[in-house]
Nanobody
Framework: QVQLVESGGGLVQPGGSLRLSCAAS????????MSWVRQAPGKGLEWVSA????????SYADSVKGRFTISRDNAKNTLALQMNSLKPEDTAVYYC?????????????WGQGTQVTVSS
């Protein structure tokens, strides 16, 4: 079955950096686009970034553009999100999600999430 396991979250000061990872299994990773989404306390899900299958194109929410970088390693079935210049408003649970197709579309599986807290 599809499994997505995130790691790398934690507490960081404003302006700091974190790198999230997602280990994928149970499907042919290189055939599907992948996304990161987040949920801040008391708010709904917010799409953060996506990357097409292969070493395809990427896209970002305006709120993170220029600060976050999504990447994938198809040989290791892993997805990553490098987060720089973190702000308190980036505090959220971050989820890795599998798309339904090779290009960025709706997602059908999510991981359990990893908490990111940005605070001084």
């Amino acid at each position: 079955q599809v499994q997505l396991v995130e790691s790398g979250g934690g507490l960081v000061q404003p302006g700091g950096s974190l790198r999230l990872s997602c280990a994928a299994s149970g499907f042919t990773f290189n055939r599907y686009a992948m996304s990161w989404v987040r949920q801040a306390p008391g708010k709904g899900l917010e799409w953060v970034s996506a990357i097409n299958s292969g070493l395809g194109s990427t896209s970002y929410a305006d709120s993170v553009k220029g600060r976050f970088t999504i990447s994938r390693d198809n040989a290791k079935n892993t997805l990553a999100l490098q987060m720089n210049s973190l702000k308190p408003e980036d505090t959220a649970v971050y989820y890795c999600a599998k798309a339904r197709a090779a290009t960025m579309t709706a997602c059908d599986y999510w991981g359990q999430g990893t908490q990111v807290t940005v605070s001084s």
